[in-house]
Structures are given as C-alpha cells and as structure tokens.
C-alpha cells in the first residue's frame, strides 16, 4: 500500500504507539510498518479541520455583523432542522446536532479527496461502516430513549403475538440491511468517482478533468445528504409515537 505524504509523517512519530496500541488489544495490522493507514490518517485530518472550523465559527458569532461562515453554518442547520421537523416532527431539535455533525464530517470527507496529495476516506469501505454503525445505535439509543426499552422492542414483533416468530427476524435483518445500505451507497459512489476522476487526470491534464472535479463536487453533497436524510427517516420510525 502506498503511503500518502501525511500518513508516512503520522507513522514516523506516532506509528509505534499506534501499533502498540493495536497488539494491546490483540489486534494484528496488515502492514505492521503502516499501522496507521492512509483512511485513518485522512479521517484525523478532517477531525481537525472541523474543529479548527468550529472553533473559528464560534468565535465570530455576532448578532449585530453576522460573517460569511455564521450564515453558512446557520444556513446549514437551519436546513437541517427543517427537513427533521418534516419528517420526524415537532421534537426532533434535539436530533439536529448529530445530524449536522454527520453530514459535515461525511462531506468534508468526501471533499478532501479533491485535494491534492490526499484521497477521500470515504472510498474506503471502512469509512462509511463506521458512519453507518454510528447512525444505526444513535436510532436505536433514541428509540429505546423515547420509547423505553420494552415497548421499543414490542414493535420487533409486529402488531399480532402470533406473527412474531417471522416477525422478530424480518425485522432484524431489515435493520441490518439498513447499515449495509448505507455503507455501500456511500462507498461505491465515492469509490468511482474518486476512480473517474484520477483516470481523466491521467489520461488529459486540464480542461476536461475539471468537469469530473464538479460531477464529484456534486456526488459528494448528494451522498452526504442522502445519509443524513435516510438516518432522518430511520429516526421518525424509532422515536415515532406510535408503532
């Protein structure tokens, strides 16, 4: 595997600890020279950027002179929220940081591989899994919340006690299927795009590349916020009143 130019800078200083980290939780990486690989390395540099954004943000607020990135974020959430209030209703403010925090991240990443000297994290598999994990226990956490543990668990079984034995498995292989859904959407789109692109810039230097680069500009946001949207509708159905 070849190393980007940051990921070969995090494993000269960090990569021992990272690999003893990965052996004390018995852990075997696959190119014990890189434990640290170039997905995660791309995935701490988004980190920090956001919380550099953030923190820049923040300290801008203003009431009176709002700036270009106060109205950006602000567009943003409101954006969000709206289209929660939409789909789950009235009690869904409480969803909108988890919800903006996972489309910035997914975006960010899905950017970063126009940059470059680095790839999109988000082409690699392992990437949107664990977004998709994130978002699978969040639902349920808020449906179990909400509901409580035993009455969540109920509409497992379906509206009559004599269809839960072929209920109760339906339903757990949906929601897995749910994960596995997310997971590959947002891989394969991204996987071929950041493909796409790196053909054309190979094949022609300018000209025609940089329709592609708007093609992936527009991919990403799509596939951003088509997770957040499908993560939304997985949350009106878990926190729903009724089941």
Known sequence: MEQLPLT??????????ALALLRALHLQPKHPEMPITNFVAMQILV??????????????????????LQHLVEGLRGFIQDQSQEVIGHHSEGFTPFLVTLFTFILACNLLGLVPGFESPTATPSVPLGCAICAFIYYHFQGVKKQGAWHYAKHFAGPMPALAIIMVPIELISHVA???????????????????????????????????????????????YIFVLLTTVYLAGAVAEAH
């Open 178 to 224: 749910r994960m596995l859904s997310l997971t590959v959407r947002l891989y394969a789109n991204m996987f071929a795009g950041d493909m796409v692109t790196l053909v054309f810039f190979s094949l022609v230097p300018l000209g025609v590349p940089v329709i592609f680069l708007g093609l992936h500009i527009g991919v990403s946001l799509l596939q951003a």
């Open 47 to 68: 980190f920090l950027f956001l919380v550099v954004f953030f923190v820049i943000v923040r300290s801008r607020l203003s009431v009176e002179k709002p700036g270009a």
């Open 8 to 17: 070969a800078l995090l494993n000269k200083y960090f990569g021992g600890l």
